[in-house]
C-alpha cells in the first residue's frame, strides 16, 4: 500500500507519522488494549502473592493450596506471555508495514526529483536516510510505541500500591520528580545530539560510497591508503558523536533505573519497620513490593523509549526534507493533456541556460526537421550535453524556449516527452542485473528478434554471443565486467530498442575504435531516417554525413551548414578537422 502517493507530506514529524500508521491504527489499538488486559491480568500476581504469605505466616496453607496457588501463578505468568506476544506481533507487525509504505513513498519520491537535487544531495546522505533514519522511525513507531502502551502498567500498579499501603506509596513516589527533571535534561541534550549523530552518519556513507564508486581511480592512483586515512578520521568523528549520545542514553537508563531501586530501598526500610511495629501485614508488604518491581521495568523503559522518540524525531524530520523537495521538472498548470504523437521536430529559441552561476549557453538558435539528422560539435565544455539536457527536460533554461513539434516542452507532460526520446549519454550507466535486462529497460516487453536487431545495429551481438550465458549474463555493478566500449554499443542498442521518434547520442561513440564507430554508423543510417536523430561528438569524423552540423563554442552556436559548407567556410569547424586528421595520421605512422 502506497500511503502518500497523492497527498502531501505534512510538516511535522509526528504528523508524518501519524499520517503513514493512519491504515494501522486497528492494529495499534489491539495491541493498546493487549496492553490493558493483560496489564490487569498482571496486577492478580501481587494478589497471589499477599494471599500466600499470609496463609504461610498464619500457618493455614497446606499443600494442595500451594500447588493451586503455585498454579494460578504459573497461568497468570503464560497468559502474561501470550498477550505479550500477540500485542508484539501486532505492534511491531504494523510498525514494519508502515516503514514499507515509507521506503517505497521515499524511494518513489527520490525517483520524481529534478537533477538540481542530486546536484545538491550526496548519494550517501540521501542512503542514509533511506536506511539508517527509516530504520529509526519504525523503531520509535515499534519497540517506542510499545513501550508506551507498556506504561499503562504505572497508573494500575500506583493505584494497587494505593491498596495495600498508602503511606509507602507515598514514600516510594518521593524520588519521582528527580526523573522528571532527569528527563527534561537528557531529551534537550538526545535531540540535539541525535542530528549530530545522523548527520556525521551520512557524511562516512556518503565516503564510503565515492570510494566504492570511484575504486578503479583510487587504484590505479595509488590514492588507498589516503583514502583510509580519510576515512578513519571520518569514522572516528562519527564513533566520538556516537559515543557522546551513548553514554548519555546509558546514563538515562541506568539513572532511571537507580531512582527505581532507590524508590525499593525506601519501601524495604519503611515497610520492614511497618511490619515489625504492626502496622503493616508482611503479606501486604510482599505484595506492595512486588508491584514496585512491576512498576520498575516500565519506569526504567522510559529512559528507552524518550532515546527512540528523539532519534525517530529527528530521522523523521530528516526525511520530511527529502519529502519537502518539489521537483523542478514536473507537469504543472501549463501542461497540456491535448498533445498529439510527437513527430520530432526541434527548435531552440533564444535559449539561455547556466549551472548555479555559470553560464553554459548564450542565445542559441536552431531549427530541426522531424526525420533530419543533425550534429552538435564543438570543443569540451563548450555547452554540447547541456542543448541534450534541455531537450530531455533534465533542466529548463533559464530564459528562452524549447519547442517540439512546435510546442513548448514545458506545456508537454514529462512523461510523454521522454517516452518520445532515445537518450545515449556520455556517462553510461549500466544497472547490475542480465545484459538482456539492461538491453530492454526502455521496453521490458521487446522480442527475442527485436533485442537482436537493436545489438545488431550498435554492433553488441557478437559481444553478447561471446558471454558466458548470453542475454541472460549477470553484469557486475556499473558493468564492471564490460569494456567502455562494450558498455557504450550497449547502451546504443537499450536506446535504439524504445524506437523512439527522437534519438539523441551524446558522444556516444568515444570509446568505440575507428573500424566499429563506422560500422555502427552505418547501420544507424537505416535506424535515422525513420525519427529525427542527433549526434554530439567532438569527433568530426562521427558527424561528416549529417544533414546538418551545428558548431558550439563557449555556449554559443557559431557555425552552421554541411560538412562541405562548413569546410569551405574555414572557420572553427574546418580548424577542428584539419587537427583530427592531423592527430589522425599521426597516430598511424
Not at 551545428?550 to 552552421?560: M, P, S, T
Amino acid at each position: 500500500m502506497y500511503v502518500s502517493e497523492h497527498k502531501a507530506i505534512p510538516d511535522h514529524p509526528f504528523r508524518t507519522i501519524l499520517a503513514y500508521n493512519r491504515p494501522y491504527w486497528w492494529d495499534y489499538l489491539r495491541g493498546a488494549l493487549l496492553a490493558v488486559v493483560f496489564g490487569l491480568v498482571g496486577l492478580a500476581m501481587p494478589l497471589v502473592i499477599r494471599a500466600v504469605v499470609s496463609r504461610l505466616e498464619d500457618g493455614t496453607m497446606s499443600t494442595s493450596s500451594l500447588l493451586l496457588y503455585f498454579s494460578l501463578l504459573l497461568a497468570i505468568a503464560a497468559a502474561t506471555g501470550i498477550g505479550r506476544y500477540y500485542q508484539r506481533s501486532l505492534m511491531i507487525g504494523a510498525s514494519r508495514k508502515c516503514e514499507y509504505d515509507l521506503r517505497n513513498d521515499y524511494f518513489r519520491h527520490v525517483q520524481r526529483l529534478s537533477q538540481d537535487f542530486f546536484r545538491r544531495k550526496k548519494t550517501g546522505d540521501i542512503m542514509a536516510r533511506a536506511v539508517n533514519d527509516l530504520n529509526y522511525v519504525r523503531m520509535f513507531i515499534g519497540p517506542g510505541v510499545m513501550g508506551s502502551a507498556d506504561m499503562v502498567r504505572v497508573p494500575l500498579s500506583l493505584a494497587l500500591m494505593v491498596y495495600f499501603s498508602a503511606k509507602l506509596t507515598l514514600i516510594a513516589c518521593l524520588p519521582m520528580p528527580l526523573v522528571s527533571l532527569m528527563v527534561y535534561a537528557f531529551v534537550a541534550y538526545m535531540h540535539q545530539q541525535s542530528r549530530v549523530v545522523q548527520e556525521q552518519f551520512s557524511k562516512v556513507t556518503a565516503r564510503v560510497q565515492e570510494n566504492l564508486a570511484g575504486a578503479r581511480v583510487v587504484k590505479a592512483y595509488g590514492a588507498a591508503e589516503r583514502e583510509q586515512r580519510d576515512f578513519r578520521k571520518w569514522s572516528a568523528r562519527y564513533m566520538r558523536e556516537s559515543m557522546k549520545l551513548a553514554v548519555v542514553m546509558n546514563f538515562a537508563w541506568v539513572s532511571i533505573g537507580a531512582v527505581v531501586g532507590l524508590a525499593i530501598l525506601l519501601v524495604l526500610w519503611r515497610g520492614g519497620l511497618m511490619v515489625i511495629n504492626g502496622h503493616l501485614l508482611l503479606g501486604d508488604l510482599m505484595g506492595f513490593l512486588v508491584c514496585v518491581i512491576m512498576l520498575a521495568w516500565p519506569l526504567a523503559q522510559f529512559g528507552w523509549v524518550l532515546t527512540l522518540y528523539q532519534r525517530g524525531a529527528v530521522s523523521m524530520n530528516r526525511i520530511s526534507e527529502v519529502f519537502a523537495e518539489v521537483p523542478s521538472i514536473r507537469d504543472d498548470d501549463r501542461t497540456r493533456h491535448d498533445i498529439p504523437p510527437i513527430e520530432g521536430a526541434i527548435a531552440f529559441e533564444h535559449v539561455y541556460f547556466g549551472y548555479g552561476d555559470r553560464t553554459v549557453l548564450n542565445d542559441v538558435n536552431f531549427e530541426i526537421h522531424a526525420g533530419q539528422t543533425v550534429a552538435i560539435v564543438g570543443p569540451t565544455g563548450g555547452g554540447k550535453s547541456s542543448l541534450a539536457s534541455l531537450l530531455t527536460r533534465e533542466y529548463d533554461p533559464v530564459s528562452g524556449r524549447v519547442l517540439v513539434d512546435g510546442v513548448d516542452a514545458r506545456q508537454i507532460p514529462v512523461a510523454v516527452l521522454r517516452d518520445a526520446i532515445g537518450h545515449v549519454p556520455q556517462d553510461t550507466f549500466l544497472f547490475s542485473d542480465t545484459v538482456r535486462a539492461n538491453v530492454t529497460m526502455g521496453r521490458p516487453d521487446a522480442t527475442q528478434e527485436e533485442s537482436d536487431y537493436a545489438c545488431d545495429v550498435a554492433q553488441f551481438r557478437e559481444t553478447v554471443a561471446g558471454l558466458d550465458q548470453g542475454y541472460d549474463t549477470l553484469l557486475g555493478e556499473r558493468g564492471v565486467n564490460l569494456s567502455g566500449g562494450e558498455k557504450q554499443r550497449l547502451a546504443i542498442a537499450r536506446a535504439i530498442i524504445r524506437d523512439p521518434k527522437i534519438l539523441i547520442l551524446d558522444d556516444a561513440l568515444s570509446s568505440v575504435d575507428t573500424d566499429t564507430e563506422e560500422r555502427i554508423l552505418k547501420r544507424l543510417e537505416e535506424v535515422t531516417t525513420a525519427r529525427t536523430s542527433i549526434l554530439i561528438s567532438h569527433r568530426v569524423s562521427t558527424v561528416q554525413h549529417a544533414d546538418a552540423i551545428f558548431v558550439i563554442e563557449d555556449g554559443r552556436l557559431v557555425e552552421r551548414g554541411t560538412h562541405r559548407e562548413l569546410l569551405a567556410l574555414g572557420g572553427v569547424y574546418a580548424k577542428m578537422y584539419a587537427r583530427q586528421q592531423l592527430e589522425d595520421e599521426l597516430e598511424k605512422s
